[in-house]
């Protein structure tokens, strides 16, 4: 009877003119800062403006040619269900590809998962009920909000600042923003959007703060190859946290495999990998040919990986050098990843970007960026700040330097 009375009353809604809402999740779901500007960006490029992208982390150089040549030789009669924790000879490689970077894992302690984002939403449903609360440093991965969308999770941010490269403040301001609802502390390191690099020293106040307040500590870690300037630690090398520690892992930019989507989430913990890997159940499996692609850069990952690294090394210290040369311009030297946050000398960098891509041109050229205040939580943080992902060759990011220049001194003029 019940039913019958919902179905009454839906449709005199329907007679009365009502529709039905879709939930608050969905509407509260932001837009990406770092796509939000993408159509402007096609647009250009119709009316015949070269635009350099400077919005996403796509690295432009080519995937290894051993993955397509291993999806050639499969022998397969059918594209098959994988196991829900992933392939045997999958899970095998992911194990080798930790034991090459000095992190021991057993293979049933790695979940297999659609990326490394879906590794961040089974962590997050693994270790909250709805409306638990995981502190975040801002600024922060984008999409960490909408994991924390889809897992009724809230995120507390922890501001980080521009004048030390975004590093940690002590550890009394940390825990102040512990309350009974926290789970955990989510951290990316090396960073997106900062590429902070934790020092270990950093790390252990974190390991200790989780120690003390009986917190998991989620480490998202999909850019460890990239690390330039100083030690980096892994949440692993830490066993007084051994229960508390939930590794999160990618292939996408190490490995130059975005596609793919092939992602990891490790854990000593075997109530967190049976969670994760019931989870996994329920979306049955991750793909089974990129799985076994990725199998030999997982079992020989230098050979792949430093050559990737390196070329982005030189293209972080030619931005570096290049927004020297910006007057007004706040920067730092990104430690590791391929992302710099920059403070602009203007009040609105949402709207300095959106006339940049939609107005703005210099010699037939513009550039695309992603506007920083959509990596934090808190109101008003950011605004004057955007991202970089230096993802081009160095002449195009010289090119793209030079006209970010001149549309600063020409956006400073206007408005």
């Not at 290894?64 to 999958?90: M, R």
């Not at 889809?150 to 975004?166: D, H, K």
């Not at 959007?193 to 950093?202: A, H, L, M, Q, V």
């Not at 990737?308 to 927004?323: K, P, Q, S, W």
């Amino acid at each position: 009877m019940a039913n019958a009375y919902k179905t009454e009353d839906a449709a005199l809604a329907t007679e009365a003119g009502e529709k039905p809402r879709i939930s608050a999740r969905a509407e509260t779901m932001q837009d990406s800062p770092i796509r939000k500007l993408a159509a402007a960006a096609e647009a250009r490029k119709k009316n015949g403006i070269k635009v350099y992208h400077l919005n996403i982390g796509q690295p432009d150089l080519p995937t290894a040619p051993i993955v397509f040549e291993t999806i050639q030789k499969l022998q397969l009669t059918t594209i098959a269900y994988a196991p829900s924790n992933g392939l045997p000879a999958a899970l095998a490689a992911w194990k080798k590809y930790y034991d090459h970077i000095g992190i021991e894992l057993d293979e049933k302690e790695i979940i297999i998962t659609t990326g490394g984002s879906e590794a961040i939403v089974f962590a997050m449903c693994a270790i909250c009920d709805a409306g638990d609360e995981i502190l975040v440093f801002e600024p922060f991965y984008t999409n960490y909000n909408g994991f924390a969308s889809l897992a009724n999770v809230t995120l507390r941010a922890i501001s980080l600042s521009i004048e030390n490269g975004f590093h940690l403040p002590p550890a009394e301001e940390i825990a102040r923003h512990i309350t009974p609802r926290t789970k955990g502390i989510l951290i990316c390191n090396p960073g997106n959007p900062t590429g902070t690099i934790y020092s270990r020293s950093e790390m252990q106040k974190l390991v200790d703060i989780v120690k003390e307040h009986n917190l998991f500590l989620l480490s998202d870690e999909v850019y460890r190859e990239f690390a330039y300037e100083g030690e980096l630690c892994s949440v692993m090398d830490f066993p007084e946290i051994r229960q508390q520690a939930i590794l999160l892992d990618s292939s996408s930019k190490r490995f130059n495999v975005c596609g793919a989507r092939i992602g990891v989430l490790a854990s000593h913990n075997p109530e967190i990998v049976r969670s994760a890997f019931r989870f996994g159940m329920a979306r049955l499996s991750v793909a089974s040919i990129e799985q076994l692609a990725l199998v030999p850069l997982l079992n020989s990952p230098k050979t792949y990986t430093q050559p990737i690294a390196e070329e982005f090394r030189h293209r972080r210290d030619t931005v570096y050098e290049g927004l020297k040369s910006i007057p007004g311009v706040t920067f730092y030297k990104p430690e590791g990843a391929f992302y710099i946050v920059i403070g602009l000398p203007v009040k609105d960098a949402e709207h300095f970007s959106k006339w940049l891509i939609e107005e703005f041109e210099y010699n037939k050229e513009t550039v695309l960026l992603a506007p920083a205040q959509g990596f934090y939580a808190t109101p008003g943080k950011g605004t004057n700040e955007v991202r970089l992902a230096f993802m081009l060759k160095i002449e195009d990011l010289q090119k793209s330097l030079a006209i970010l220049k001149a549309a600063l001194e020409t956006y400073n003029k206007k408005f």
